[in-house]
């Protein structure tokens, strides 16, 4: 069935790490009912799948089929805060959020082969009654005709003290200078690859969180929503 754009409105949500786009989505998409779709975890996925099959992370033919053929799925479990990843049989899901993991998307994102192999497994996730998705281009590449766009940032230090915090939530010691030159060596990348590169799409509202709490934000994009009457 082709879904049309009625019965499946868009929020896209897109920005540079750790500007808060993953728990903002989860709690909008939550709040609405709609589904969610987290298009790092796609990149993160096809990087781990490449280290378990020693997959070279230049060599663009393979990763491309690596990507097009990951055994993933998402399965619902309210402990793992919402969904658990298994790849290939395994629960891979705390790995997943690992530095260095999203180190490995970064290398594989910026292949024109694996993003898109991937275009229409995230376009799949757009079912009724909506779609939340966050990532790097799901506003100017993924759905370009989205109803609503929205664009996050943050300054690099406060990016780095949230990465800091969520480590420190789940006993991770880091260093906050090593994970704001991460923080920075990515958005580098990401900025500046030549496909689907990080930048908001013309027609995005652009939020600097740095000053902003997670509930404004949600609240800000829910009012949004039904001021465009995407929602009732
Ligand atoms: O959002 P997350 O940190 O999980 O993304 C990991 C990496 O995947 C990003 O640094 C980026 O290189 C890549 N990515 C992308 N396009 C997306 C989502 C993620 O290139 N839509």
Redesign the pocket.
Known sequence: MQVTEKECPVITL?G???AG??TVSLKVAETLGWHLL???????LV?LAAEHHGVALDNEASLGVLAQHLDVQFLADSAAGGVCVVLEGEDVTQT??TER???L??????LPQV?EA?LMR?RAFCEPPGLV??????GT??FPQAPLKIFLTASADERARRRFEQLREKGITASLSDLKNDIME??A??MQ?AT?P?KPAEDALQLDTTCMSITEVVDLILAEASRRGLVS
């Open positions: 897109d540079p790490g750790g786009k993953g987290d298009s790092g975890a796609l990149y993160r990087g997943l959020r993991v999203g180190k998307a970064s290398l594989v994102a910026a993003r991937l995230q998705c966050d990532g790097r281009d799901m590449v993924v990515r958005d990348r990401d690859r689907a990080l």
